[in-house]
């Protein structure tokens, strides 16, 4: 089973990921660096500073190293193109203008950003592509506590309890429309 941890840039996912990498036995692909280091991508995007992933090519290669006995974690903001589930993690606008700028994003990447996260974008596509989809705010947590989160989910999703788990982490709890657009 292919989980997608998700999101946009900032909110979390890397830092989550890795650590559920270093405390746990999950397989965790990270996509976007299995992009740049295996070159599966159709252009580069000099304006923006980035890459322009080639899809057909990435799932391939995603599914040729996933594990087919038991859960394959998917790291990337557009691992909810390839999985079967999803955990969107979401950041309150503000708070992620600060982790984007840190990162030294230009002004116009932050703001496109801070307009994904707003308009609930990657969840939206989430819902649209996965079977399941949970959301935790990340926003005032630790990355300890989203960990337990996300481990709450995985053997959630092992055990057959989606329902349960989707009350919990229900898609859709989560809304910066108002801070952002109001």
Known sequence: MLVGITGTPGTGKTSVT???ESRTSYRVIHINELIKEEKLYSEVDNERDCVVADMDLVDRRVREMASTDDITILDSHLSHHLADSVIVLRTKP???RDRLQKRNYCTEKVEENLEAESLDIILCESVEWCDNVFEIDTTSQSVERTLDD???ILEGLA???EKEL???YRPGSVDWSEEFFG
Do not use: F, M, P, W
Request: proline share 0%.
């Open 159 to 161: 055990k057959g309890r």
């Open 18 to 20: 890795e650590l559920l």
């Open 150 to 152: 996300i481990r709450n």
């Open 94 to 96: 503000e708070v992620l």
């Open 166 to 168: 989707a009350e919990r």
